[in-house]
């Protein structure tokens, strides 16, 4: 049996009475088929209704075990509604695996989560004024619609979008929006579509639902929407992406967008009283805040590297008093280009197989052999073995890395090294 479908006669309904005439499993979950519904299912880009059925059936309330069901997915089968039953209700947990139902079925009252219907109703609605828009002004047209829980996005078929084109289409939907135009739907037969439906591809079907705003748009669309354009609150555009060779476009209407103003003010506020200045200053003074850090870490750099310049060469005079093949030194807090500058320095200046390593903020072993014996490589593998860590090379340089910090003392692990190099 067809399933009456009431969201398109009463967009603003609330709930409504109706009967199972069915309960099947779907997926592992329980799921009714009713005769009349408010719930509109997932499809077209519009996520499902949500809500709950009343039994107002006593032989039902025995079945179920249960007086209220609540949906939390709604799906087309056909010219049928199958409404999903939340895990709480489960075939197992039920006196009878499947409920059967009566020849009449079960009376049932549903009710629609109101505040999730209206936040779809508005943006829904409002895609179609913006896409509209973005048809109007650019010859931009929409190839892609998806209505998430946050935002709303559509793909465009242009390669590119400024802002100065983006706030003038915002400008015009809003237009539409206040001028409070009425929304309603309409079927036509495939044959006798009027003109101007806008279509981003063919349509097989017998019969065509368009959604017409006003006369400023018309689109087929099996969708829930307000009753006129004003209850759309509001279009804003929050960002612009490439996608697929061409623009995808995030928006917010009605209460999204209000939550996602508010939101955006207080942290902007935030940031404006850390400042001690006003909102519209940040900006400029967030530009000359980043300049300076660039300016402060190019100095801290500086100074980084004069003193790991003086590091080097005092171990360089020390070295050049011992007659020492191998050179191994530890390093505090030394991160791996650091550690490879200073390993290749003592390396060019001493000509000795050089060991640098340093204990955190990983553990990092740079290992330099001027003649290539022994193997650069075999030095790393043993002391992974030895301390862990992960590392390779060529056999006059090899290098080690750890995520982590070695807990260990320089002194054992200078001791350790050396070791390593005279058994080779």
Same mark, same amino acid.
């Given at each position: ?9 009463? =967009?603003?309904? #609330?709930? /409504? ?15 009714? %088929?009713?005769? #009349?519904?408010? %719930? ?23 079945? %179920? ?26 075939? +197992? #947990?039920? =006196? ?21 219907? /209206? ?13 509209? !828009? ?10 892609? /619609? ?26 015009? !939907? ?26 981003? %591809? ?75 200045? =006003? ?9 000359? @805040? ?15 590297? !004069? ?55 990983? /553990? ?13 490589? +075999? ?25 982590? =910090? ?7 692990? @200078? ?10």
């Amino acid at each position: 049996m067809k399933t009456e479908r009431l969201y398109w006669e009463d =967009p603003l309904g #609330r709930d /409504f009475e109706a009967r199972i005439l069915e309960v099947i499993e779907s997926g592992g979950r329980l799921g009714v %088929f009713l005769d #009349r519904t408010l %719930f509109h299912p997932e499809g077209g880009g519009q996520p499902a209704d949500k809500g709950f059925l009343t039994l107002l059936s006593g032989e039902a309330v025995v079945a %179920f075990g249960r007086n209220d069901l609540k949906i939390e997915g709604v799906i087309e089968e056909g010219e049928r509604v199958l409404h999903l039953l939340s895990g709480e209700v489960s075939a +197992d #947990r039920l =006196p009878h695996r499947l409920p059967e139902v009566p020849e009449g079925g079960w009376a049932v009252r549903g009710t629609i989560d109101w505040e999730h219907r /209206f936040d779809l109703m508005q943006q829904h609605t409002g895609q179609h004024i913006l896409s509209r !828009a973005f048809e109007e002004l650019l010859d931009a047209r929409t190839v892609g /619609f998806h209505l998430g829980k946050d935002y709303v996005s559509i793909d465009l078929d242009i390669p590119a979008l400024s802002y100065e084109a983006r706030d003038r289409v915002e400008d015009r !939907a809003n237009q539409v929006v206040f001028q409070d135009l009425p929304v309603s739907g309409r079927e036509y037969p495939k044959d006798q579509l009027p003109g101007g439906i806008r279509a981003r %591809f063919n349509i097989d079907a017998e019969n065509i639902r368009v959604v017409s705003v006003g006369e400023y748009d018309a689109c087929p669309c099996g969708g829930t929407h307000v009753v006129s354009s004003g209850q759309v609150g509001l279009i804003k555009v929050n960002q612009v992406d490439r996608a697929h060779g061409g623009v995808r476009v995030l928006f917010r209407c009605g209460k999204r967008a209000l939550i996602d103003y508010r939101e955006k003010e207080r942290l902007l506020g935030q940031a404006a009283s850390a400042l001690s200045m =006003p909102l519209g200053d940040v900006p400029q003074a967030v530009q000359s @805040t980043l300049a300076r850090l660039r300016d402060l870490e190019k100095d801290l750099e500086e100074a980084h590297e !004069a003193v790991l310049d003086f590091q080097v060469e005092s171990r360089l005079r020390a070295l050049s008093e011992s007659g020492e093949s191998l050179v191994v030194e530890a390093f505090e807090s030394l991160v791996s280009d650091r550690l490879k500058y200073a390993a290749k320095k003592i390396s060019e200046s001493s000509g000795k197989l050089t060991v640098c390593y340093s204990l955190s903020p990983r /553990f990092s072993v740079v290992v330099i052999s001027p003649s290539n014996s022994p193997d650069a490589r +075999d030095v790393v593998s043993k002391i992974s073995s030895r301390w862990g860590g992960r590392g390779g090379g060529t056999p006059g340089y090899a290098q080690l890395g750890s995520k982590e =910090p070695l807990a260990a003392s320089s002194e054992a692990v @200078t001791s350790s090294i050396r070791e390593i190099v005279q058994k080779l």
